[in-house]
C-alpha cells in the first residue's frame, strides 16, 4: 500500500540523545559527502550516476534510480540506476498513477510492501526484482518539478522523518546539480550550435552544389548534437512521398527499411512542428522498432525543412543513447533545417536563372539568324544614334566586321545614306518618309530605298530599324516579277519565324516576371530585370517583323512603281 509521507514515523522510545547526535552526525556526512560529489561536476548525467551509487551506500539501500520529466510527453525517463536489473528498469509502467501524481504535487510518497500496489504490471516488476520496500521522492528546482528519486530496498524497511527528511534535502540538492549541469551543458551546446551554423551558412553561401550541402548538414547534425547519424528525406513533387536526399552515420540496410512518409513522428514534422522521441523502442509514433532497435536507435529528434513556410521534408538526428533532447538542441536542428532549405531555394532559383538564360541565348541566337538571312540591310540605333545591331548584309555592303560598327555613332559610319535620312526623321519625331537613292550610271546604276521605323517602350523611343533595300530590279520589267516573289517569300518567311519566336519568347517572360516575386536578394532581382528588359526589347523587334511582312506597291517617278512595307 501506498502512504503519503505525512504521517509520524515509527521511533524507538529507548532511542537516547546520544544516539540522536549519532544519527545527526551521520546524516550530516551524508549530506556533506553528496554536496561534495555535486560541487564536484558540472555534467549533470555524470552527477546523476554518481548519486545513484553514493546513496545506496551512504542510506544503506538496495537500489537508487533517478527519473528525468520529458515535458514533450509528460512522462518520467530514466537519468541513472544502480542496484537493478534492467529489465525492471525496461518495465512499461513505473508505478502506480497515484504514486505520480502525489509526486508531482511535490510530495514524496513511501510503499512499505510493493507486493500490496493496486497495479498489477508494478507488482509483477517489483517481485520478479525482488523489491519490497519503496521511497519516491520528487527532484525539484525553483518549485518545478524536474524528476523523481526512489530508493528501493529488498526486505521491507520502515524510513524515519529524520531518513526522509534527509532524502528530501538531497534532492533539493540534486535538483540543483542537475539544473545548473544542463545549463552549463546548454551554454556548451549553444557554443557548438552557433560555430555549426556558421560553417554551414558559410558553405551555403559559397557553392550551389546542393549535393554537397544536403550531405555536410547531415553530418554537422549529428556531430553537433552528438548523435549517432542523421538522415534528410525531401518530398518528391511527383508521387508525394518521402525521398532520401542524404545520411549519415546509419547504415544501409537500415535506410532501406521501408516507407516512412506514414509514420506518426512524420506526419507530425510534415504539418510544421518538431518531435522529439525518447524511447524509440516502444513509442507508438515509430513504425520500425525492430529495425531501429538493430540499429542501435534510442531517441530521435526530427524536423521539418521548409522553403518559403512550405514544408518540403524532414531532418532526423538519431542518438544511440537514450536522450532528452533539450530546447537548445531542437532550436539548432529547426535552425539547420532552415538552412538546408534556403540552401535549396538558392539553387532552385539558380536552376530557373540558368534555364531562363539559356532560353534567352537561344532566342537570340534564333532571332539573329533570321535577321542575317534576310536580304536587306538592317539596322538597329538608339535614341543616341549609336549602332546596337547590324545584319551580315549591312556589314558586308559597307566593308567592316560587327565589333567595328556596334556603339559607334550612326553619323560616323561611312555610309551613302541619304542627308536626310528616315532614321533622322524618326529620331527628330517627323513623319517617315522613304528615301529613294540612285548610285552609279548606265548599266551600273542602282537604285536604293532607304526606309526607318520606330520601336516604343511605354510611350518612349528606344529605337529605330533601318532597312535599306536595293530596288534596282523593280526598275526593270524583266526581273520585277522573280524579285518580287523572292521578296514576298523573304517577308513571309520572316513573319512566320516572327510569330514562331514570340510564343517561347513570351513563355520565357512570363516566368521571368513570376520569378522575380519570389527572389529576396537584392542583386540576383536586379540580374532578372536585364533579362525582363531584354525579352522586352527581342519582342518588340520580332513584333516589327510581324508588322513588316507584306508589301504595297505605289507610284513613283512616271510609269515606274517602288515597294512600300
Not at 16 to 33: C, E, N, P, T
Not at 173 to 181: D, E, L
Request: proline share 3%; net charge negative; glycine share 6%.
Amino acid at each position: 500500500m501506498t502512504t503519503e509521507l505525512s504521517t509520524q514515523p515509527v521511533m524507538s522510545r529507548e532511542s537516547s540523545a546520544d544516539s540522536d547526535l549519532d544519527r545527526d552526525r551521520r546524516f550530516l556526512g551524508v549530506y556533506q559527502k553528496v554536496s561534495r560529489l555535486v560541487s564536484m561536476s558540472l555534467d549533470h548525467q555524470e552527477v546523476m550516476e554518481t548519486i545513484v551509487r553514493s546513496l545506496t551506500e551512504l542510506l544503506t539501500v538496495d537500489a537508487c534510480t533517478i527519473r528525468l520529466l520529458d515535458h514533450s510527453t509528460r512522462s518520467f525517463v530514466l537519468g541513472a540506476a544502480h542496484g537493478v536489473s534492467l529489465n525492471y528498469l525496461s518495465r512499461e509502467v513505473i508505478d502506480t498513477e497515484d504514486t505520480l501524481t502525489q509526486v508531482r504535487s511535490g510530495t514524496p510518497v513511501y510503499s512499505a510492501n510493493a507486493a500490496e500496489e493496486s497495479c498489477p504490471q508494478f507488482r509483477q516488476a517489483a517481485a520478479q526484482e525482488g523489491i519490497k520496500s519503496i521511497l519516491t521522492v520528487p527532484i525539484l528546482y525553483k518549485e518545478e518539478l524536474i524528476g523523481i528519486m526512489r530508493l528501493l530496498t529488498r526486505k521491507t524497511r520502515q524510513f524515519t522523518d529524520a531518513e526522509i527528511g534527509l532524502v528530501v534535502g538531497l534532492s533539493e540538492q540534486i535538483g540543483v546539480a542537475i539544473s545548473h549541469g544542463r545549463m552549463f551543458k546548454e551554454m556548451e551546446d549553444r557554443l557548438v550550435f552557433l560555430n555549426g551554423i556558421y560553417e554551414i551558412s558559410t558553405l551555403v553561401n559559397s557553392t550551389l552544389d546542393i549535393d554537397h550541402i544536403f550531405n555536410v548538414v547531415v553530418e554537422r547534425a549529428a556531430v553537433s548534437l552528438g548523435a549517432k547519424g542523421c538522415t534528410l528525406r525531401l518530398i518528391n513533387s511527383e508521387s508525394g512521398l518521402l525521398e532520401l536526399a542524404a545520411s549519415y552515420g546509419v547504415s544501409a540496410s537500415y535506410l532501406h527499411r521501408g516507407e516512412v512518409s506514414h509514420e506518426r513522428n512524420i506526419q507530425v514534422v510534415l504539418n510544421g512542428e518538431p518531435v522529439a522521441i525518447y524511447d524509440v523502442r516502444r513509442d507508438p509514433r515509430i513504425e520500425y522498432h525492430e529495425q531501429m532497435t538493430t540499429e542501435g536507435i534510442c531517441s530521435l529528434l526530427a524536423v521539418p525543412v521548409k522553403v518559403n513556410d512550405e514544408v518540403i521534408g524532414a531532418l532526423r538526428i538519431l542518438s544511440d543513447r537514450p536522450r532528452i533532447f533539450t530546447d537548445s538542441a531542437i532550436r539548432f536542428a529547426v535552425t539547420l533545417a532552415e538552412v538546408g532549405g534556403a540552401a535549396i531555394r538558392k539553387a532552385r532559383s539558380y536552376q530557373k536563372i540558368t534555364r531562363l538564360m539559356r532560353q534567352v541565348q537561344g532566342h537570340e541566337a534564333f532571332l539573329a539568324s533570321i535577321i542575317d538571312s534576310l536580304q536587306h540591310q538592317l539596322l538597329v540605333i538608339d535614341p543616341n544614334r549609336r549602332v546596337v545591331l547590324a545584319n551580315r548584309v549591312y556589314l558586308e555592303a559597307i566593308g567592316k566586321e560587327e565589333k567595328e560598327v556596334l556603339g559607334r555613332p550612326y553619323t560616323e559610319l561611312d555610309s551613302i545614306a541619304p542627308e536626310d535620312s528616315p532614321v533622322e526623321q524618326v529620331l527628330q519625331g517627323r513623319e517617315m518618309n522613304p528615301c529613294l537613292q540612285t548610285l552609279g550610271k548606265d548599266e551600273s546604276q542602282r537604285w536604293l530605298e532607304w526606309t526607318a521605323f520606330p520601336i516604343y517602350d511605354e510611350g518612349d523611343l528606344s529605337y529605330v530599324i533601318e532597312i535599306v533595300r536595293d530596288v534596282t530590279s523593280e526598275h526593270l520589267l524583266a526581273e520585277e516579277r522573280l524579285q518580287s516573289g523572292k521578296l514576298q517569300a523573304i517577308l513571309s518567311l520572316a513573319g512566320t519565324v516572327a510569330h514562331e519566336v514570340n510564343s517561347p519568347l513570351f513563355a520565357a517572360l512570363g516566368t521571368a516576371e513570376l520569378l522575380v516575386e519570389e527572389l529576396r536578394l537584392p542583386e540576383e532581382r536586379e540580374e532578372l530585370g536585364v533579362i525582363i528588359r531584354n525579352l522586352k526589347q527581342i519582342g518588340e523587334l520580332t513584333g516589327k517583323m510581324v508588322s513588316m511582312t507584306g508589301f504595297t506597291d505605289q507610284k513613283y517617278v512616271g510609269e515606274r512603281k517602288i515597294l512600300s512595307f
